[in-house]
């Protein structure tokens, strides 16, 4: 069964920063790109970043781009974001999404629970 | 970037119930548009992938159609699990990924 669990949420200050992770289970996570994507509270979905299988291509969404960095251990079956100079617009829920290709469609087809990351002071 | 807007933002339906959600792409993206469900306090699940193609394990009663700018997802008899909300995505400018605003289905 596949299973991806977030962790690493919590409250930040402005200006701070957090770490996220998703452990990724019941695939072979290496052969698979994966995505972050948030959700402000009583909001929609908003994709922020992507990296490949092996992590050499990664992208960004414009919302979080020189702040955030994300990255993945395969010996580790893990999946990162890490946040810097964080804003009070980048409190939402964190959903690691894996990726799936289908000629030039793309979708998600697992996703996490997401953990929460709340920024206030 | 490319804009979804979805059609209505809510919906009040009954058990049995036809029910249609739009989805309108700023431009032509083919059929490169998803669809997923999420309830409340849960993490989206694919429903429909490329416009039209249903994702193994969701039922039957659930189709979606469309190409270019104008795609419609389709609840032929509305199940009490149903209630929901609902977002269309679109994969056209990779790897800006968009989702429409979402469409929340509400019992009526």
């Known amino acids: 069964e596949v299973q991806l669990v977030e962790s690493g949420g919590g409250l930040a200050q402005p200006g701070g920063s957090l770490r996220l992770s998703c452990a990724a289970s019941?695939?072979?996570?290496?052969?698979?790109?994966m995505n972050w994507v948030r959700q402000a509270p009583g909001k929609g979905l908003e994709w922020i970043s992507y990296?490949?299988?092996?992590?050499?291509?990664?992208y960004y969404a414009d919302s979080v781009r020189g702040r955030f960095t994300i990255s993945r251990d395969n010996a580790k079956n893990s999946l990162y974001l890490r946040m810097n100079s964080l804003r009070a617009e980048d409190t939402a829920l964190y959903f690691c999404a894996r990726g799936i290709v289908a000629g030039r469609n793309y979708y998600f087809d697992y996703w996490g629970q997401g953990t929460l990351v709340t920024v206030s002071s | 970037d490319i804009q979804m807007t979805q059609s209505p933002s809510s919906l009040s339906a009954s058990v049995g119930d036809r029910v249609t959600i739009t989805c309108r792409a700023s431009?032509?993206?083919?059929?490169?548009l998803n669809w997923y469900q999420q309830k409340p306090g849960k993490a989206p699940k694919l429903l429909m992938y490329g416009a039209s193609s249903l994702q193994s394990g969701v039922p039957s009663r659930f189709s979606g159609s469309g190409s270019g700018t104008d795609f419609t997802l389709t609840i032929s008899s509305l199940q009490p699990e149903d209630f929901a909300t609902y977002y269309c995505?679109?994969?056209?400018?990779?790897?800006?990924?968009?989702f429409g605003q979402g469409t929340k289905l509400e019992i009526k």
């Open positions: 990296i490949s299988s092996g992590g050499d291509t990664i």
């Open positions: 431009q032509s993206i083919s059929n490169f």
């Open positions: 995505q679109q994969s056209y400018s990779t790897p800006l990924y968009t």
């Open positions: 019941g695939f072979p996570f290496s052969n698979f790109e």
